[in-house]
C-alpha cells in the first residue's frame, strides 16, 4: 500500500493535533492532542479514537502543550502499548502536565455532575484521571536533537528544535519504500526566533511533503526585540496601576508564565513599574518553574534564575491560598491558569473581577475561537462563567508580543529553507483566515498554489515522493464546526442579550410582554 497521512486534529483548527502515518508495515501518529474552543469541537475529547488504538506502532510527540500530548493518556486508557518518543525537556513538562489536566478533569467533572444531578441530567465521566496520566508517562522513550532513532518496522525519525518552548521540536519521518526513502517534515509549533530564552527554529531542507502549523499564518508583527518586550510589558503594567486596581494575567503555564515572570522581576527591579505583589496562582506553572530552573541553562547561564531571587513572588499551590486574595485591594499582579481563561483557578478571579472598572485583564497568547479569552478579547461586554452572566467593566488588554508561536514572515522563512519540497505542503493547525492568508503568501513568494493544501479532520492522502491523492473519508465533525462559535455560544450569546433587554425594560409589564413574544416563538418552532 502506499504512505497514508490521516490529520485527525488541528485540521481547520488549531487545536487537538493529531497525524497519523500509516504504511504496510507500521502505524505511527505524531501528536495526539487535546481538542479547545467551542463544546462542539471539545466533544471530539470523549468520542472513540478514529483508527484501531492496538495498531498503533508508536507517537512521535513534537512538544507538551496539551493540545499536542492532552489525550495521550486517553490512547494509553484505550489499548495504546508502544512507546511515545519525545526530548528530555518534552518528556519533563509533561509529567506534570498530564497529571495537571487529569486533575483538573477529575475536579471539573464533580462539579458538573453535582449540577447534572440537580438538574436532572446523565452524569459524565472524565476523559481520563491522574493515575491515567501515570500510567501514560511509563510509555516515554527520551530521544535526543538531530540524532535518528527507529520508532517502528520501516520508520525513523529526528527531533529538529522549534524554538517553541522547553523541549519543543519538529519532526522529520524517514519511510522506507521500493521507490526510495519518503521523507515528510512536521513542523510542530514554531517558536517566532529571536528569543532570549529559546533558540531559533532549525530543520533539514529537501523534504518531500512538508506539515506546517499556521497559528498566526495572517499576522505580521512589528519587529520586537527583547528590551522593546520589556518596555511593552511596562507600560501595561504603568496603565494597570494607574487605573487604581489590580492586574490578572491569564497564565499559559509552561514557558509564557516563566518568560513574563523573569521580565516582570527585571522590569520593576529596574524602576520601570510600579512595584508591587506577584502572585502565581497555578500548581502547574508553579512545578513547570522548577522545571525550568532545572532545564533552561544556555551557555550564558539560566535566565530564569532572577524568578528564584525574587522577593516579590509568592507560590498559590493550595485552593485556600488562592481563595485568601479575595480580600486584597489595590495594586498586585495575579497570574492564574488558564491561558485562554477555559479552565482552571483563573475563573475565580475573573468572576470577582472582571465587573470591577478599575480592574485589568492582561491577555499574552493566542485565544481560540470559543473560549472565554477569545469573548474578552472580541469585546464581549457580558460573558458566562459556569452558566453565570458576568458584566465585563475592567479594562481587557493584549500584548502580542509574548506569543510562542512564529508570525507569518517568520513562518515563511522556515519554510523556504526547508526546501525545495518535492510534493505536497499542507498547512495545519490555524483557523481558516489564518490557513489561507498563509497559503496565498506562499503562493506569492514562490510557490505553486496546486502544492498546498488544506486538510479538514479526519481527512487522508496517500503519498508519494512528488505527488499526493486525496482519499474519501467521513470526518467526525464538519469543517466550518472547527473553527466557528457553535450552539453553545449562540445559546450564552442569546442569555446575555435577554438579561440586558429585560433590565432595559421600562417596567414589569414590558418585561412580561418580552417574555411573552419568546414564549409564542418557542411555541411556533
Known amino acids: 500500500m502506499k504512505t497514508e497521512l490521516t490529520f485527525h486534529g488541528a485540521a481547520g483548527c488549531v487545536t487537538?493535533?493529531?497525524?497519523?502515518?500509516?504504511?504496510?508495515?507500521?502505524?505511527?501518529?505524531?501528536?495526539?492532542?487535546?481538542?479547545?474552543?467551542?463544546?462542539?469541537?471539545?466533544?471530539?475529547?470523549?468520542?472513540?479514537?478514529?483508527?484501531?488504538?492496538?495498531?498503533?506502532?508508536?507517537?512521535?510527540?513534537?512538544?507538551?502543550?496539551?493540545?499536542?500530548?492532552?489525550?495521550?493518556?486517553?490512547?494509553?486508557?484505550?489499548?495504546?502499548?508502544?512507546?511515545?518518543?519525545?526530548?528530555?525537556?518534552?518528556?519533563?513538562?509533561?509529567?506534570?502536565?498530564?497529571?495537571?489536566?487529569?486533575?483538573?478533569?477529575?475536579?471539573?467533572?464533580?462539579?458538573?455532575?453535582?449540577?447534572?444531578?440537580?438538574?436532572?441530567?446523565?452524569?459524565?465521566?472524565?476523559?481520563?484521571?491522574?493515575?491515567?496520566?501515570?500510567?501514560?508517562m511509563r510509555r516515554f522513550?527520551?530521544?535526543?536533537?538531530?540524532?535518528?532513532t527507529a520508532v517502528a518496522p520501516g520508520v525513523r525519525a529526528r527531533w529538529w528544535n522549534a524554538g517553541h518552548i522547553l523541549g519543543s521540536a519538529s519532526i522529520e519521518v524517514e519511510i522506507e519504500e521500493e521507490s526510495g526513502p519518503l521523507r515528510l517534515m512536521f513542523s510542530g509549533d514554531l517558536g517566532p526566533g529571536g528569543r532570549d530564552y529559546l533558540e531559533d527554529?532549525?530543520?533539514?531542507?529537501?523534504?518531500?511533503?512538508?506539515?506546517?502549523?499556521?497559528?498566526?499564518?495572517?499576522?505580521?508583527?512589528?519587529?520586537?526585540?527583547?528590551?522593546?518586550?520589556?518596555?511593552?510589558?511596562?507600560?501595561?503594567?504603568?496603565?494597570?496601576?494607574?487605573?487604581?486596581?489590580?492586574?490578572?494575567?491569564?497564565?499559559?503555564?509552561?514557558?509564557?508564565?516563566q518568560e513574563l515572570l523573569a521580565d516582570l522581576v527585571q522590569i520593576v527591579d529596574a524602576g520601570e513599574a510600579p512595584?508591587?505583589?506577584?502572585?502565581?496562582?497555578?500548581?502547574?506553572?508553579?512545578?513547570?518553574?522548577?522545571?525550568?530552573?532545572?532545564?533552561?541553562?544556555?551557555?550564558?547561564?539560566?535566565?530564569?534564575?532572577?524568578?528564584?531571587?525574587?522577593?516579590?513572588?509568592?507560590?498559590?499551590?493550595?485552593?485556600?491560598?488562592?481563595?485568601?486574595?479575595?480580600?486584597?485591594?489595590?495594586?498586585?499582579?495575579?497570574?492564574?491558569g488558564s491561558g485562554m481563561c477555559d479552565a482552571g483557578r483563573v475563573r475565580k478571579h475573573?468572576?470577582?473581577?472582571?465587573?470591577?472598572?478599575?480592574?485589568?485583564?492582561?491577555?499574552?497568547?493566542?485565544?481560540?475561537?470559543?473560549?472565554?479569552?477569545?469573548?474578552?478579547?472580541?469585546?464581549?461586554?457580558?460573558?458566562?462563567?459556569?452558566?453565570?452572566?458576568?458584566?465585563?467593566?475592567?479594562?481587557?488588554r493584549s500584548l502580542d508580543l509574548y506569543s510562542g508561536h512564529a508570525d507569518a514572515p517568520a513562518l515563511q522563512r522556515w519554510v523556504q529553507a526547508r526546501g525545495p519540497v518535492a510534493g505536497e505542503m499542507f498547512l495545519a493547525h490555524g483557523e481558516p483566515d489564518s490557513l489561507n492568508a498563509l497559503r496565498k503568501r506562499l503562493v506569492a513568494a514562490g510557490l505553486r498554489a496546486d502544492r498546498i493544501a488544506i486538510p479538514t479532520i479526519d481527512q487522508a492522502f496517500r503519498l508519494e515522493h512528488t505527488r499526493i491523492e486525496a482519499s474519501l473519508t467521513e470526518p467526525r465533525l464538519a469543517p466550518e464546526a472547527a473553527s466557528e462559535l457553535d450552539w453553545h455560544n449562540a445559546r450564552s450569546d442569546f442569555l446575555n442579550r435577554l438579561e440586558e433587554q429585560l433590565e432595559k425594560a421600562g417596567d414589569d409589564a414590558d418585561r412580561l410582554r418580552v417574555l411573552e413574544r419568546l414564549r409564542r416563538d418557542l411555541e411556533a418552532a
Open 201 to 257: 527554529p532549525r530543520g533539514p531542507s529537501g523534504v518531500d511533503h512538508l506539515v506546517v502549523e499556521s497559528t498566526y499564518g495572517g499576522t505580521e508583527r512589528p519587529p520586537c526585540d527583547p528590551d522593546q518586550r520589556r518596555q511593552a510589558l511596562a507600560k501595561e503594567l504603568r496603565d494597570a496601576h494607574a487605573a487604581g486596581g489590580p492586574l490578572l494575567m491569564p497564565a499559559f503555564a509552561v514557558e509564557r508564565t
Open 275 to 336: 512595584a508591587g505583589e506577584i502572585f502565581l496562582d497555578s500548581p502547574l506553572a508553579i512545578k513547570a518553574c522548577e522545571i525550568f530552573l532545572e532545564h533552561g541553562s544556555t551557555g550564558s547561564g539560566n535566565p530564569f534564575d532572577r524568578i528564584r531571587a525574587s522577593g516579590r513572588l509568592h507560590y498559590l499551590e493550595r485552593p485556600a491560598d488562592s481563595d485568601q486574595l479575595d480580600r486584597l485591594r489595590g495594586w498586585h499582579i495575579i497570574m492564574a
Open 141 to 148: 522513550d527520551v530521544v535526543k536533537y538531530e540524532d535518528w
Open 350 to 396: 475573573l468572576k470577582r473581577l472582571l465587573w470591577r472598572r478599575e480592574a485589568t485583564v492582561l491577555l499574552s497568547g493566542f485565544q481560540a475561537v470559543g473560549t472565554l479569552g477569545r469573548l474578552l478579547a472580541d469585546g464581549r461586554k457580558t460573558v458566562r462563567i459556569e452558566g453565570e452572566p458576568y458584566r465585563v467593566a475592567a479594562r481587557i
Open 16 to 136: 487537538g493535533f493529531c497525524a497519523r502515518i500509516r504504511t504496510d508495515r507500521a502505524m505511527v501518529l505524531v501528536d495526539c492532542g487535546l481538542f479547545q474552543g467551542p463544546k462542539t469541537l471539545k466533544a471530539l475529547n470523549y468520542q472513540p479514537f478514529p483508527f484501531e488504538v492496538d495498531q498503533v506502532d508508536a507517537v512521535l510527540l513534537t512538544h507538551a502543550h496539551i493540545d499536542h500530548s492532552g489525550q495521550l493518556p486517553k490512547l494509553v486508557k484505550a489499548g495504546f502499548r508502544g512507546p511515545i518518543y519525545a526530548t528530555s525537556g518534552t518528556r519533563a513538562l509533561c509529567e506534570i502536565m498530564l497529571a495537571d489536566c487529569g486533575h483538573i478533569q477529575e475536579s471539573e467533572v464533580e462539579h458538573l455532575n453535582r449540577r447534572n444531578e440537580r438538574r436532572g441530567r446523565a452524569l459524565v465521566e472524565p476523559i481520563y484521571t491522574v493515575a491515567d496520566a501515570a500510567k501514560a
